[in-house]
């Protein structure tokens, strides 16, 4: 078995996944002598459609030493506070999931215990009313938070809006000017070792041959290193998330610039909006088993809030991940490794997470079994944990307009979200699983938000005295209401601090 560090990377697979793999790496692997090539095809193209984020694109980019001003530039991008659900309890019924927490905990129980307690002694006042990120979003304001642990600002968090194409060349000039090289051409073949089953090289259309040491699949939903080339199998969830089908369609940018992505329910899906700087991203994410693809297209182009500026674009899939996600030498990121549709904004993180995990268990030459197979356990509760979150936005409801949604609403759920919610409606208690992407706030946002209300309350929540709880309380909403007013709107924020000059002009990444 060959001993020594990896020396030799290939990257199949430009877009997002290839580029966000590739400065990743180029940075990680400084000093080191490691080589990296990247393959991509500008006749295949990217699916592109990922615009809205989630806060830990912020740690992404930081690590990176990107700049966010030049980076929101860049991408035409805007500021993210969370995403408004709109008809998805119920008709006519819109929540809010932002990001940050709310209020402060105080006394024994985690905060929303006291809001329970309150709740049940006769005070309406939504748990809204408790967060920074959501009372900013209402009024279209934002700003960006100080380092003082002690502001209130330390319940806010954010994310970013930005034009996917435009990340991917942004982020190509990264990781080009840290000697990452790009070679332009379609994959034809892959030659893989006799005995071993590693894949030795990539032999392009044009005969050139890369080879390689590790190869990193950002091939899409083919799969072709990790699918096609390995033979690993992929998990399908359409049992449980059975849309399998999105148009997207780019419209007029939205004046006001709201600093939050919009998701709408429809009769058979949802459709999402996604304001950017130089035009608005608009998509329905459908069930083929409830519309056809032309009536879904006519949903998506008669719900635009502002005038269309493109043609619509088609895509498949199938919602699940892979077996495995690290198979021998191959290390699949992107959708090469899974599917969840993007109604939480996720399909960037486990790109960004799938990265992470691998320069935690970057492998040597021997690629020790152990660490792969820590790698994939990882990769696969990741994706569990996400996708029991989006089928709680789709089960729990009382829609009944439509067989989609009384399909979902009396589908079998995967146990682990089934005791969450069981839990939750006890007692407001939040089971805690390992290495949960999406925590208590935004639980408490979406279950509150789709009608599961708890019935008790932790009962050592009294143990403050209740005129003591309710002064806490109402000071609380106090500043938050306060510090939200005296915020930029979000369009002024961006115009004194990150325009664009010239849609579509990229800005340096270095």
Not at 77 to 87: N, Q, S
Not at 174 to 202: C, K, N, Q, S
């Amino acid at each position: 078995m060959a001993e020594g560090p990896i020396q030799n990377i290939v990257i199949a697979g430009g877009g997002s996944a290839g580029w966000m793999t590739a400065a990743a790496l180029s940075m990680a692997l400084t000093g080191t002598g490691c080589r990296i090539r990247l393959i991509e095809s500008e006749e295949i193209g990217t699916v592109g459609v990922g615009e809205a984020t989630i806060p830990p694109i912020q740690a992404f980019n930081q690590v990176l030493g990107i700049d966010e001003a030049a980076f929101v530039r860049a991408t035409q991008g805007t500021f993210k506070l969370g995403i408004a659900f709109v008809d998805w309890y119920r008709m006519g019924h819109r929540y809010f999931h932002p990001f940050g927490r709310y209020g402060d905990d105080f006394g024994m129980t985690p905060f929303h215990q006291q809001w329970l307690r309150a709740r049940a002694a006769g005070d309406t006042t939504p748990l809204s009313a408790y967060s920074l990120t959501d009372s900013a979003a209402r009024t279209n304001r934002f700003d960006r938070p100080p380092a003082d642990p002690r502001s209130v600002f330390s319940t806010y968090s954010y994310a970013y809006h930005f034009d996917a194409g435009l990340y991917a060349a942004f982020l190509r000039q990264y990781a080009e000017a840290r000697g990452v090289e790009r070679h332009e051409g379609r994959i034809g073949a892959m030659v893989l070792d006799p005995e071993t089953g590693f894949v030795e090289a990539l032999t392009l259309a044009d005969g050139r041959q890369l080879d390689g040491e590790l190869f990193i699949d950002c091939t899409g939903f083919r799969g072709l290193l990790i699918g096609e080339a390995l033979g690993v199998g992929y998990e399908d969830w359409s049992r449980w998330l059975p849309c399998d089908r999105a148009i997207a369609v780019p419209s007029a940018r939205m004046p006001d610039l709201p600093p939050y992505t919009q998701s709408t329910a429809r009769d058979a899906g949802w459709q999402w909006r996604i304001p950017l700087q130089h035009r608005t991203g608009n998509g329905h994410v459908y069930c083929s088993r409830f519309i056809d693809d032309d009536a879904a297209e006519a949903v998506l182009l008669a719900n635009l809030d502002t005038p269309q500026i493109g043609d619509p674009r088609r895509l498949r899939f199938t919602t699940g991940r892979r077996d495995i996600a690290w198979s021998r030498n191959v290390v699949s990121i992107g959708l090469s490794s899974g599917f969840l549709e993007p109604l939480e904004s996720t399909s960037l993180h486990l790109i960004q997470t799938g990265i992470t995990k691998l320069l935690s268990w970057f492998p040597d030459r021997r690629f020790d079994p152990a660490g792969m197979a820590e790698y994939n356990r990882q990769v696969a509760r990741e994706f569990e944990a996400v996708r029991d979150f989006l089928v709680l936005h789709y089960n729990a409801t009382e829609r009944d307009d439509s067989p989609f949604w009384r399909w979902c609403r009396d589908m079998e759920i995967p146990t682990t979200l089934a005791d969450k919610i069981a839990m939750f409606r006890s007692s407001g208690r939040l089971l805690e699983r390992e290495k949960d992407l999406f925590h208590e706030a935004s639980w408490l946002a979406v279950l509150l938000g789709q009608g599961i209300v708890p019935d008790h309350y932790d009962r050592l929540a009294d143990a403050i005295p209740a005129r003591e709880a309710r002064a806490v309380l109402s000071g609380m909403r106090n500043v938050i209401a306060q510090t939200a007013a005296r915020m930029p709107g979000h369009a002024q924020f961006i115009e004194r601090h990150c325009r664009a000059a010239v849609p579509g002009v990229r800005e340096t990444a270095t």
